[in-house]
């Protein structure tokens, strides 16, 4: 495993996939590294590319407004994406360029230790909790693995194209929510 620094160095000079000639910046993550809740989006949008930090764009201010319900912020949790760059015309990341990049959010993950992880849409979703999982089925729904408990949102940018499901996401934050106090998390 390797530390913050030399998996950031690893990450930023990355060429194990087509992406990487495309990219203008790799967006590693942002937030607290020592967080008890993670955030993992699929990759980077435009927007996110441009400035090599996740969700600052569009979808990026409706997670900020989503966090703030549940008293989340960017300064206790930590947020990354499956990939580090960006995905042309901002496409569904393909499965090898998942696989170029798992190492990289794995690693981040065993570094930060989160209590909680939160998947954000389909694509992280089904890499990280069960290839079959259906985000419109199985939101909301926890699993324990490996001592960390795993659910899933829709992800910001649905929220952005599909208003009509935010209501189920209001309920999944208060279900996130409650979590937190059933672990006796303290955001810092």
């Known amino acids: 495993m390797l530390d913050w620094d030399e998996l950031e160095h690893a990450c930023r000079n990355c060429q194990l996939c087509g992406l990487a000639r495309l990219r203008n910046n790799t967006v590693f ?8 809740i993670m955030f993992v989006g ?51 990341p393909q499965p ?7 190492a990289y959010l794995r690693n981040q993950v065993a570094l930060v230790q989160p209590k909680i992880i939160v998947c954000l849409g389909r694509i992280a979703a089904t890499r990280i909790i069960e290839p079959n ?21 829709y992800h910001p940018s649905a929220l952005l194209r599909d208003p009509s499901k935010r209501p189920e996401t209001f309920e999944d934050l208060l279900e ?8 006796s998390i303290e955001l810092k």
């Not at 090898?96 to 798992?102: F, K, R, S, T, V």
């Not at 999982?133 to 899933?152: A, E, K, M, P, Q």
């Not at 996130?176 to 672990?183: A, E, F, G, N, V």
């Open 133 to 153: 999982y259906r985000i419109t089925r199985d939101h909301g729904t926890w699993i324990l693995r490996n001592g960390v408990w795993i659910t899933s949102l």
């Open 29 to 36: 993550g942002v937030g607290l590294k020592t967080a008890d």
């Open 42 to 92: 699929e990759g980077p949008g435009e927007q996110e590319d441009i400035k090599g930090e996740p969700f600052v764009g569009p979808a990026g201010k409706l997670l900020d407004d989503m966090l703030s319900i549940i008293d989340i912020t960017r300064d206790n949790c930590y947020i990354a994406n499956i990939v580090k760059c960006r995905p042309p015309n901002n496409r569904d």
């Open 96 to 102: 090898q360029e998942q696989d170029a990049c798992i």
């Open 176 to 183: 996130i929510r409650k979590k937190i106090q059933q672990l």
